[in-house]
């Protein structure tokens, strides 16, 4: 039992998260599995406080450092095939905490890939932007590139792009790009869901199968030059722009708020290439504008008031 006050209370999963030791959502499992002590007592509701600084709070038996600030990590890693994307395994298999070869800080994955699926996945021990990441109301839009068995007729696309049932549940607009044609074509998906191998389903759904399957990016962090196996510490650009996505979108009062299935579609539209700044040397005949005179040498310049300067053309005769 906490005898702190009132506003130094927190609950439990969210302390749990805070230290690094899971996501929240894994915190909450934990709690219902009865592996979390609170000063010396099992505690098994999600709605159980307590005070970081002084409470005793152990899970599976280790204590929490109390009143320490826990350093805030953020890892990209490329997952190679036949690597689960947990934090343990019971079979043993390779996990992607095995990758991270003299890291002493304890980290967790965030969201998951299958164990024949590579590409980029996101580790840190920020309980609260993992739990953002991972919710479905945060539309963070995941980019893959997947081979298959055979290509999708542009009415099947179509499909693809407005939702696909799949155990009953119609999936959320996802967006779609033939990348490469052949027998077995590239595609870009981009995805704000992660159903389990909801990828593999879709295709399935028309009767393709997926070959490959890697994920190349997640919001703005690019998978980028590195090889299976490897990992990078996040930019803090890269970090803020997790943090700004995965915010809750804010309505004023006196506007109507999007529906989810349009901030679904504006999450998995296609990205436009930024804009090139137009200088006088780049613009071309094309630009806006009157039509440069033929006899004019030069690029064009901006006339200035007053009577013309520069050499007369002779007069007709009359």
């Known amino acids: 039992m906490s005898f702190?006050?009132?506003?130094?209370?927190?609950?439990?999963q969210k302390i749990l998260a805070q230290a690094g030791i899971a996501s929240r959502r894994k915190a909450?499992?934990?709690i219902k599995e009865g592996r979390v002590t609170l000063n010396g007592k099992v505690v098994t509701e999600l709605g159980t406080k307590a005070d970081p600084s002084h409470d005793y709070i152990k899970v599976d038996g280790r204590l929490l450092k109390r009143g320490e600030e826990t350093e805030l990590i953020y890892i990209a890693?490329?997952?190679p095939d036949n690597v689960v994307s947990t934090a343990s395994d019971p079979q043993r298999r390779t996990t992607v905490l095995d990758l991270l070869e003299g890291l002493k800080t304890r980290v967790f994955p965030v969201g998951r890939l299958d164990y024949h699926s590579t590409g980029l996945i996101l580790l840190t021990?920020?309980?609260e932007l993992a739990n953002s990441i991972t919710t479905a109301k945060s539309h963070i839009p995941k980019t893959y590139m997947v081979k298959t068995k055979g290509s999708l007729t542009p009415e099947e696309e179509e499909q693809f792009r407005n939702g696909v049932p799949l155990s009953g549940?119609?999936?959320a607009p996802a967006g779609l790009r033939l990348v490469r044609r052949g027998d077995n074509p590239w595609y870009e998906v981009r995805l704000i869901e992660g159903r389990n191998q909801q990828i593999r389903t879709m295709f399935k759904h028309f009767g393709h199968l997926v070959e490959k399957l890697r994920r190349i990016s997640i919001g703005d962090v690019e998978l980028g030059n590195l090889k299976p196996g490897e990992f990078r510490f996040l930019e803090p650009h890269e970090i803020k722009g997790l943090q700004r996505m995965s915010r809750p979108v804010r309505v004023p009062k006196d506007a109507v708020a999007p529906s989810e299935i349009t901030l679904a579609r504006r999450a998995v539209a296609p990205r436009k290439p930024a804009a090139k700044r137009m200088t006088p040397k780049a613009v071309g005949p094309k630009a806006a504008g009157p039509k440069p005179s033929a006899k004019r040498a030069g690029p064009p310049t901006k006339r200035a008031s007053g009577p013309r300067t520069g050499p007369k053309r002779p007069a007709k005769g009359r």
């Open 28 to 30: 909450e499992e934990l």
């Open 169 to 171: 549940i119609r999936t």
């Open 125 to 127: 021990n920020d309980g």
């Open 4 to 12: 702190s006050n009132e506003e130094d209370l927190q609950r439990l």
């Open 77 to 79: 890693l490329h997952k």
